[in-house]
Nanobody
């Protein structure tokens, strides 16, 4: 499984970024993929993901500001991040369940076992 992230960078508070993750090496499905992040001194936490039913869910801290989307033919997952805040500063990781094709959609839980290398997002004035 290969996950290639891009789109991170330095942005001022209130600004926007769009992260991309292009996946290869496994059977791509439209569910069980998403983004986690890790800040200095903090553990990794979920940001947004498609569950096994293909429904997007978001961490409370990003609801209304971040939007998850994907382009199946391009095997690419996106995270549009608007109104960024300093507390959004983190390394962002693309995550997928490489065995998602074997799950019963909407019934089985996703196992986000495969992680990309990460892309750094820094929000600062």
């Amino acid at each position: 499984v290969q996950l290639q992230e891009s789109g991170g960078g330095l942005v001022q508070p209130g600004g926007s970024l769009r992260l991309s993750c292009t996946a290869s090496g496994y059977t791509y499905m439209h569910y069980c993929m998403g983004w986690f992040r890790q800040s200095p001194g903090k553990g990794r936490g979920g940001v947004a993901a498609f569950d096994s039913a293909g429904n997007p869910f978001y961490a409370d801290s990003v609801k209304g500001r971040f939007t998850l989307s994907q382009d199946g033919p391009k095997r690419t997952l996106y995270l549009q991040m608007n109104n960024l805040k300093p507390e959004d500063t983190a390394m962002y990781y693309c995550v997928v369940d490489p065995a998602a094709a074997g799950l019963l959609p909407g019934r089985d839980a996703c196992n986000y076992d495969s992680w990309g290398q990460g892309t750094q997002v820094t929000v600062s004035s």
